[in-house]
């Protein structure tokens, strides 16, 4: 069996799709390479491979025939490559600046074009390995474009246009690596919320050690005010938790013996003891961060449509210059220099830079936005996904509702009372895990009613069960079982179709003579349900329920919400058709649940989302989106998020390609220079990349 390894290189002077693509052909014909993904803002790139088969030699060596140098991957490098842009650009601009003082008037002297030419060099540094390589492909690239132009701009004897031209140009470079450097380490700060170190508890003395030294089992004392170092149970102590950075509630939460709480929370006003459940390096916000790093490596449609425009754009551009420099002079007798300054303008301002930027930087802010309000999208593609849904389909249990039934009416018969038929119910269920019995159990206790259980108990399943209590015989179970016992009258089969009629399930408890009584219990709605299922429907949203629920129960759900459709008492395999149905209706279709019984029907859907995946990593790896926290507030936060994402993505597609337009117009006009191109390439280009990082206030 082959092993394969996921590795991760840092390529240096990896800036556009157009050289993602040239790695990608250099390295998947390699024998042992499984996948290939970049991440363009990290400069980085993920290699698959079986790790006998491909060494770091063989990825440097793929990464060279493109033009490009890999190396394993340091957040070293990254701080060395951005400070040796900043180095080589002021050496540009300082060589350009020396060469237009020596130049003085007309002309330019020998020595001036050498300065200006070392100028070039060091504008085009990071380029020119880059354009050679795509000379080479005979593929013609953002970087060839430009060193085109510079030499063309050099040979009109133009220098002082070269120098710019290559200078602004790695300004524009420099700038951008920069300014979406801001939208990488929002991401990183993640994981600097949980702190490197902690106190753990050793027999009975405090002693600091690293986060990473803790294990599993361990206890660490979390002091008043400071961050939770790892995931863990609290054995001591009460208090109140701030865990937005997790899952994004905006108020603290309760906190006592056998909650538990997340990495990076922040504590309250009372220490407590915490049992640690898992090491730091797979906490639940090292899971979150390590998913959104993932998720940054997949393109999006919207990305993927603009590599193969820049694919088809690029030579479409090289084959007009050449025609605006070739036609005019030979067809009409125009002059050649004109025109073949013109052609090289185009060739600056067709450069597709602000294109190919601004919708990665436009993914990455939208995810890491995302994930600080405890939404965590699994994908570039899936944060684009929710704009476009046009129906969400939600599971009922625990997902509209809280998924913990609760008995709202107790109905005593044959003269017993409420507190005698609660004393029989639980004494029958007092050993019972089931959640029916826990909330017999609950309702016992708030109501004062001590349960002493009951002996001989007998689970019966699908039933119920039975045992004795004061030396009689009890039962407790279904209307089902009632029928079957034939202990039914018509008396209290209407008193239990009027409870089951308003969506109550109901518990019959009886004896060897008659029914004692009914307990209705209910899953309680959760109060912003139905506030959120009108936000859906006001952003266009058809909403509907799939539950494997009885229909009276489903309907009274669905009224109390504000839901018109509803597909009731379907088998999990039957969730999948009824999801299948919604799409064939509508095309783009979400389904809520909890991540793990409803996961057939959260895969096919367009796009699953689990509920309260927070520490949970079955209901994290299995739906695309995951709310962190239970709170279904974030649904329609998540629908507008991603059409605002969109709606940024689509302005700077716009903005990019209307300055382009503004200077092929002026090209043919006439006023446009190289060095003006330059500028406003450079500047549409940040203001891209700057726009986009508005998602990050989100």
Same mark, same amino acid.
């Given at each position: 069996?082959?092993?394969?390894?996921?590795?991760?290189?840092?390529?240096?002077?990896?800036?556009?799709?157009?050289?993602?693509?040239?790695?990608? @052909?250099?390295?998947?014909?390699?024998?042992?390479?499984?996948?290939? %993904?970049?991440?363009?803002? &990290?400069?980085?790139?993920?290699?698959?491979?079986?790790?006998? &088969?491909?060494?770091?030699?063989?990825?440097?060596?793929? +990464?060279?025939?493109?033009?490009?140098?890999?190396?394993?991957?340091?957040?070293?490098?990254?701080?060395?490559?951005?400070?040796?842009?900043?180095?080589?650009?002021?050496?540009?601009?300082?060589?350009?600046?020396?060469?237009?003082?020596?130049?003085?008037?007309?002309?330019?002297?020998?020595?001036?074009?050498?300065?200006?030419?070392?100028?070039?060099?060091?504008?085009?540094?990071?380029?020119?390995? $880059?354009?050679?390589?795509?000379?080479?492909?005979?593929?013609?690239?953002?970087?060839?474009?430009? =060193?085109?132009?510079?030499?063309?701009?050099?040979?009109?004897?133009?220098?002082?246009?070269?120098?710019?031209?290559?200078?602004?140009?790695?300004?524009?470079?420099?700038?951008?690596?920069?300014?979406?450097?801001?939208?990488?380490?929002?991401?990183?700060?993640?994981?600097?919320?949980?702190?490197?170190?902690?106190?753990?508890?050793?027999?009975?003395?405090?002693?600091?050690?690293?986060?990473?030294?803790?294990?599993?089992?361990?206890?660490?004392?979390?002091?008043?005010?400071?961050?939770?170092?790892?995931?863990?149970?609290?054995?001591?102590?009460?208090?109140?938790?701030?865990?937005?950075?997790?899952?994004?509630? %905006?108020?603290?939460?309760?906190?006592?013996?056998?909650?538990?709480?997340?990495?990076?929370?922040?504590?309250?006003?009372? +220490?407590?003891?915490?049992?640690?459940?898992?090491?730091?390096? /797979?906490?639940?916000?090292?899971?979150?961060?390590?998913?959104?790093?993932? +998720?940054?490596?997949?393109?999006?449609?919207?990305?993927?449509?603009?590599?193969?425009?820049?694919?088809?754009?690029?030579?479409?551009?090289?084959?007009?210059?050449?025609?605006?420099?070739?036609?005019?002079?030979?067809?009409?007798?125009?002059?050649?220099?004109?025109?073949?300054?013109?052609?090289?303008?185009?060739?600056?301002?067709? =450069?597709? =830079?602000?294109?190919?930027?601004?919708?990665?930087?436009?993914?990455?802010?939208?995810?890491?936005?995302?994930?600080?309000?405890?939404?965590?999208? $699994?994908?570039?593609?899936?944060?684009?996904?929710?704009?476009?849904?046009?129906?969400?389909?939600? !599971?009922?249990?625990?997902?509209? *509702?809280?998924?913990?039934?609760?008995?709202?009416?107790?109905?005593?018969?044959?003269?017993? *009372?409420?507190?005698?038929?609660?004393?029989?119910?639980?004494?029958?269920?007092?050993?019972?895990?089931?959640?029916?019995?826990?909330?017999?159990?609950?309702?016992?206790?708030?109501?004062?009613?001590?349960?002493?259980?009951?002996?001989?108990? @007998?689970?019966?399943?699908?039933?119920?069960?039975?045992?004795?209590? !004061?030396?009689?015989?009890?039962?407790?179970?279904?209307?089902?079982?009632?029928?079957?016992?034939?202990?039914?009258?018509?008396?209290?089969?209407?008193?239990?179709?009027?409870?089951?009629?308003?969506?109550?399930?109901?518990?019959?408890?009886?004896?060897?003579?008659?029914? =004692?009584?009914?307990?209705?219990?209910?899953?309680?709605?959760?109060?912003?349900?139905?506030?959120?299922?009108?936000?859906?429907?006001?952003?266009?949203?058809?909403?509907?329920?799939? *539950?494997?629920? /009885?229909?009276? *129960?489903?309907?009274?759900?669905?009224?109390?919400?504000?839901?018109?459709?509803?597909?009731?008492?379907?088998?999990?395999?039957?969730?999948?058709?009824?999801?299948?149905?919604?799409?064939?209706?509508?095309?783009?279709?979400?389904?809520?649940?909890?991540?793990?019984?409803?996961?057939?029907?959260?895969?096919?859907?367009?796009?699953?989302?689990?509920?309260?995946?927070?520490?949970?990593?079955?209901?994290?790896?299995?739906?695309?989106?995951?709310?962190?926290?239970?709170?279904?507030?974030?649904?329609?936060?998540?629908?507008?998020?991603?059409?605002?994402?969109?709606?940024?993505?689509?302005?700077?597609?716009?903005?990019?390609?209307?300055?382009?337009?503004?200077?092929?117009?002026?090209?043919?006009?006439?006023?446009?220079?190289?060095? %003006?191109?330059?500028?406003?390439?450079?500047?549409?280009?940040?203001?891209?990349?700057?726009?986009?990082?508005?998602?990050?206030?989100?």
């Amino acid at each position: 069996m082959v092993k394969a390894a996921r590795r991760l290189y840092r390529v240096e002077g990896m800036d556009c799709a157009e050289e993602t693509s040239a790695l990608r @052909r250099e390295l998947e014909p390699l024998s042992g390479v499984q996948s290939v %993904s970049f991440d363009l803002l &990290q400069g980085r790139m993920t290699v698959v491979a079986d790790d006998e &088969q491909v060494r770091d030699a063989d990825v440097a060596a793929a +990464a060279a025939r493109a033009g490009l140098r890999a190396e394993p991957w340091t957040e070293a490098a990254g701080a060395r490559r951005l400070h040796l842009r900043g180095t080589v650009l002021s050496a540009a601009g300082v060589l350009g600046g020396l060469g237009l003082s020596l130049a003085g008037g007309p002309g330019v002297p020998l020595y001036a074009r050498g300065v200006y030419a070392l100028g070039v060099v060091a504008g085009l540094w990071q380029v020119l390995p $880059k354009a050679l390589a795509a000379l080479r492909r005979l593929r013609p690239d953002m970087n060839l474009l430009m =060193c085109v132009a510079v030499a063309g701009a050099m040979a009109l004897d133009e220098w002082f246009e070269a120098g710019t031209v290559a200078a602004l140009f790695s300004l524009s470079l420099t700038l951008e690596a920069w300014s979406v450097g801001r939208a990488r380490r929002a991401i990183g700060t993640l994981l600097e919320l949980a702190p490197t170190e902690t106190t753990r508890l050793e027999g009975g003395r405090e002693v600091s050690v690293p986060v990473d030294q803790v294990r599993a089992g361990d206890r660490v004392l979390v002091k008043p005010g400071s961050r939770v170092p790892l995931d863990g149970t609290i054995v001591s102590g009460e208090t109140e938790v701030d865990q937005s950075p997790v899952t994004g509630e %905006s108020l603290p939460v309760p906190k006592g013996p056998g909650d538990f709480l997340y990495a990076g929370s922040v504590n309250g006003s009372a +220490a407590v003891e915490l049992a640690v459940d898992r090491p730091a390096s /797979n906490s639940t916000l090292a899971h979150i961060a390590r998913l959104v790093e993932e +998720a940054r490596e997949q393109s999006s449609s919207s990305e993927r449509w603009v590599e193969r425009f820049a694919r088809v754009y690029t030579p479409a551009v090289m084959l007009l210059a050449l025609l605006v420099m070739l036609l005019p002079p030979l067809l009409w007798g125009e002059p050649w220099g004109r025109w073949t300054y013109s052609a090289l303008v185009l060739l600056v301002i067709a =450069c597709p =830079c602000a294109l190919v930027i601004s919708t990665p930087v436009s993914i990455v802010a939208g995810l890491t936005s995302a994930a600080r309000h405890g939404v965590l999208v $699994k994908s570039g593609r899936h944060l684009e996904t929710p704009a476009r849904l046009r129906a969400f389909a939600f !599971d009922k249990t625990g997902t509209l *509702t809280w998924g913990r039934p609760k008995v709202v009416e107790v109905v005593p018969l044959d003269g017993h *009372t409420e507190e005698e038929l609660l004393a029989r119910a639980a004494a029958v269920e007092a050993r019972s895990e089931h959640p029916i019995a826990q909330a017999i159990l609950s309702a016992a206790e708030e109501r004062g009613v001590e349960a002493v259980a009951a002996t001989n108990v @007998r689970a019966v399943s699908g039933r119920g069960a039975e045992g004795s209590f !004061d030396g009689r015989p009890f039962w407790v179970g279904s209307h089902r079982w009632l029928e079957e016992r034939g202990r039914e009258t018509e008396d209290v089969h209407a008193r239990i179709e009027a409870l089951s009629g308003a969506g109550r399930s109901v518990v019959v408890v009886g004896n060897d003579r008659h029914v =004692c009584g009914l307990l209705a219990v209910a899953d309680e709605v959760r109060p912003d349900a139905a506030q959120v299922v009108a936000a859906l429907k006001q952003a266009g949203i058809v909403v509907a329920m799939v *539950t494997g629920d /009885n229909r009276p *129960t489903a309907l009274a759900i669905a009224e109390a919400t504000g839901i018109d459709r509803v597909e009731a008492e379907v088998l999990p395999e039957e969730k999948v058709a009824a999801i299948a149905a919604l799409e064939e209706e509508y095309g783009c279709v979400g389904m809520v649940g909890d991540g793990v019984n409803d996961a057939p029907a959260l895969a096919r859907a367009t796009l699953g989302v689990a509920m309260g995946a927070a520490g949970t990593a079955v209901a994290i790896e299995t739906a695309d989106v995951a709310l962190m926290s239970d709170d279904l507030q974030k649904l329609p936060w998540l629908v507008r998020h991603s059409r605002r994402t969109l709606g940024i993505i689509r302005q700077n597609v716009v903005a990019s390609l209307a300055v382009k337009a503004l200077f092929v117009v002026l090209t043919f006009a006439g006023p446009a220079s190289l060095w %003006s191109a330059i500028a406003a390439d450079m500047g549409v280009s940040l203001a891209v990349v700057f726009n986009a990082l508005r998602l990050l206030h989100d």
